[in-house]
């Protein structure tokens, strides 16, 4: 293989992986965006909630609310920070492990989060 066609193969691959970690950035961006959504619908329920409810009910909507979430959003965050951290493990990139544990602290802290309310 001729030193141009390494050349042209290193940057279809790198703009392979810059369009993948843009999309990788927008994912992220509609995740907050729709994480603080959930937040707010969360207050607007609970206040409607609390107004309208027995101390029964809301427990239970609570405890209902709080198991759906951290199934949703523990186990996703989780295995994500776990597949990253393999594909880093594999490909020898160890100086991007730090991401993988930082998205793994991230499931750790969400599924904590939910479990306090």
Do not use: H
């Not at 290193?10 to 995740?31: G, H, I, R, V």
């Not at 959930?38 to 909507?61: C, D, G, H, L, W």
């Amino acid at each position: 293989m001729s030193k141009t066609n390494k050349t042209n193969d290193w940057d279809t691959l790198w703009a392979e992986y810059t369009k993948l970690l843009k999309k990788w950035m927008q994912d992220l961006e509609s995740l907050q965006k729709t994480s603080s959504e959930v937040q707010e619908k969360y207050k607007e329920v609970m206040s409607k909630a609390i107004n309208e409810s027995s101390q029964k009910t809301m427990k239970e909507f609570q405890e209902n609310w709080q198991k759906a979430m951290t199934r949703a959003g523990t186990e996703a965050f989780k295995q994500f920070g776990e597949n990253w951290q393999k594909s880093i493990s594999e490909g020898g990139l160890e100086q991007l492990k730090t991401y993988g544990d930082m998205m793994n602290k991230f499931a750790e802290t969400w599924q904590r989060m939910w479990r306090q309310n």
